[in-house]
């Protein structure tokens, strides 16, 4: 029943004290229901899950299973969609703003020092640990015109009643944060912040009973719902002395997202460990692990991976979405030529398709791509990956494991027998792996893989480094493709930018004559964070082996002749593709030149 100044319902008489709770309730995320007076006129009176269906945030399905397992074991309904995964804490709260009248914290009303909060609250007629178990802040507005308060549960009766006995005369304003916000408050105001107790590494039990905690568990689960709300393919958990930091890769590049108290990290990195199937026992060595888990309205696979550092281990998760839209060529940013050239690659009936480029460029998605496309009845299709990134329907998917000795290549000589038109190869890291692809190019089948080189001619000498014979490599290896990701321009903020004369000669050559020039460049908005871009876009070097290719290849040429012979056939660079594309007003110069690296833009 929060709301703002003296709009309070008071639910027991003045000058009753008001009781303790049972227990601290630590719930970021309230019910709206009975609203407050202050609250919004458009949805007032309306049912939080009712909103949240037409929106779109929820399904009906989602609110369905949150109020079964509200019947069965309580809480506010906000909060146990939070917990089910079925939307984000950050998704949730403008809702609830809006609802209730809460203003959401702004960042020039966050009080920097806990002494700000235990100096108002120890000067109230109540001790500060009891404000402290119920999870309820509140300092002096920076602006002087009252009070500002935070709790757990705004609508507690027992926390406003307090409150107008607490602050009497004194106007008071709540603000709606985060939990994540609202704890680091409360560690403020209960002189937290310092190392973790060294007694919690040893105490096994201790680290699982701390994992198995509600305000644990929604934070973990709200830190991965924040994550796929913006679009991040991973997330970094590193610990400090004092701190630690959670920071996630959005578009390629990482920003912070949240500094929490060192004192919180065992219990964070326990629950990490915990459900994706890691030793919690375990500190000294790196381990791996795996989940699936509903984050956010969505299915996704979870990767993690811990690895000891100097203050912790450091934890980095990476999130797999089971449906992904752009699992489909025409999606990836290829141009009309290219993508015909692909597919024409795609539809040979043997031969090896290579994919290069380094961790991160977007070649396990070109190479679901091209499955999806050749997904049909008539074809037997097998891959070998280590990890199985996304499940293709239709297609046999083997999950290699070194741990046991199902290596790539044993794998390989296993599906042989299986009698498959086309094999996936997760990557070629060997040279066994590497000769068991060519031998199965040889023999009929067309073979898909990825190899880890800066561009498509590199491809060659790499296999003849790991062993591969040339004439081998010229004779199996049908085309490779390069490729890198670059970040797409906001829609909503670009604005026009020119082109250096110099860039501009570059692309005049390949274009079409009396299509116009888009050069655009960021700006910032809400919508993309402030980065000025939002999604990424590929960039592609297609090389095709042709007989004069095949020739170079046998002959050992070194790498400039082949990039010189490519040109002469009419392929086009890394950097060129992404500089037509930065013309076309898809993303800007300056990403093109960071992500392909060589030159500067004084250059």
């Given amino acids: 029943m929060g709301g703002c100044g003296g709009e309070v319902p008071q639910p027991h008489a003045s000058g009753t004290a008001p009781r303790p709770l049972d227990r601290p309730r630590m719930n970021p995320s309230i019910e709206t229901h009975p609203l407050p007076a202050s609250a919004a006129a458009g949805i007032a009176g309306r049912r939080l899950g009712e909103i949240l269906v037409e929106r779109r945030l929820v399904s009906g399905n989602d609110v369905g299973k949150a109020l079964a397992f509200q019947e069965q074991y309580g809480g506010r309904i906000g909060s146990v969609?939070?917990?089910?995964?079925?939307l984000s804490e950050e998704s949730l709260l403008p809702v609830l703003s809006e609802q209730l009248g809460i203003p959401l914290i702004h960042a020039s009303e966050w009080p920097m020092e806990g002494d700000a909060i235990r100096s108002l609250l120890s000067a109230s007629p109540f001790a500060l640990g009891w404000w402290l178990d119920n999870g309820v802040v509140a300092w002096e507005s920076p602006a002087g015109d009252g009070i500002?308060?935070?709790?757990?549960d705004p609508l507690e009766p027992v926390v406003n009643e307090a409150l107008l006995r607490a602050f009497p005369g004194r106007p008071w304003q709540w603000r709606l944060l985060q939990s994540q916000e609202l704890a680091r408050l409360l560690e403020l105001a209960n002189a937290g912040g310092g190392g973790s107790d060294p007694s919690w590494d040893d105490d096994v039990n201790h680290l699982?009973?701390?994992?198995?905690?509600?305000?644990?568990?929604e934070l973990v689960n709200n830190m991965l719902a924040q994550a796929m709300d913006l679009r991040a393919s991973d997330v970094h958990i590193e610990p400090e002395e004092a701190q630690f930091h959670v920071r996630m890769r959005i578009d390629g590049i990482l920003h912070s997202r949240m500094t929490l108290p060192a004192s919180r990290y065992p219990a964070v990195a326990s629950r990490v460990k915990l459900i994706s199937g890691m030793d919690i026992a375990e500190r000294r060595l790196p381990q791996d692990g795996r989940l699936s888990i509903r984050v956010s309205g969505k299915?996704?696979?979870i990767r993690a991976s811990a690895v000891p550092a100097v203050h912790g281990e450091s934890i980095v998760m990476r999130l797999l979405p089971k449906e992904r839209e752009d699992l489909n060529l025409e999606r990836?940013?290829?141009?009309p030529q290219d993508l015909k050239l692909f597919r024409a690659w795609a539809r040979e009936p043997h031969g090896v398709i290579l994919v290069t480029g380094p961790t991160g460029s977007g070649k396990s998605t070109t190479l679901y791509g091209t499955l999806e496309e050749l997904n049909q009845a008539d074809r037997k299709i097998i891959t070998v990956e280590d990890p199985v990134e996304y499940e293709v329907k239709g297609?046999?998917?083997i999950q290699c494991n070194a741990e046991i000795g199902y290596t790539f290549a044993r794998a390989l000589r296993a599906i042989l027998r299986q009698d498959p038109d086309v094999i996936m190869i997760?990557?070629?890291r060997d040279l066994e792996t590497?000769?068991?692809a060519v031998q199965s190019a040889l023999t009929g089948h067309l073979v898909l893989s990825t190899l880890h080189t800066n561009d498509a001619v590199s491809a060659f000498t790499r296999l003849t480094d790991m062993g591969v014979e040339p004439f081998l490599v010229a004779t199996s290896v049908r085309a490779v493709q390069a490729q890198r990701l670059v970040r797409k321009l906001c829609t909503r903020c670009s604005e026009p930018a020119e082109a250096p004369p110099a860039i501009e000669a570059l692309v005049a050559g390949m274009v079409e004559d009396g299509v116009p020039a888009d050069w655009r460049q960021p700006r910032g908005c809400a919508s993309c964070q402030g980065s000025g871009y939002r999604g990424r876009v590929g960039i592609y070097e297609l090389v095709d082996v042709t007989p004069a290719m095949q020739e170079l290849i046998v002959a050992r040429a070194p790498a400039e002749r082949m990039r010189a012979l490519a040109d002469a056939q009419g392929g086009r660079g890394l950097r060129e593709d992404g500089l037509l594309k930065a013309r076309a007003g898809l993303t800007s110069i300056d990403e093109v030149v960071r992500v392909t690296g060589g030159i500067s833009l004084d250059e």
């Fill in 208 to 217: 699982r009973e701390l994992a198995e905690e509600a305000p644990v568990i």
């Fill in 395 to 397: 297609v046999t998917q």
């Fill in 332 to 335: 990836l940013g290829f141009s």
């Fill in 299 to 301: 299915e996704v696979d």
């Fill in 434 to 436: 590497a000769a068991i």
């Fill in 81 to 86: 969609l939070v917990r089910l995964g079925a």
């Fill in 148 to 152: 500002l308060v935070a709790a757990a």
């Fill in 426 to 428: 997760g990557e070629i």
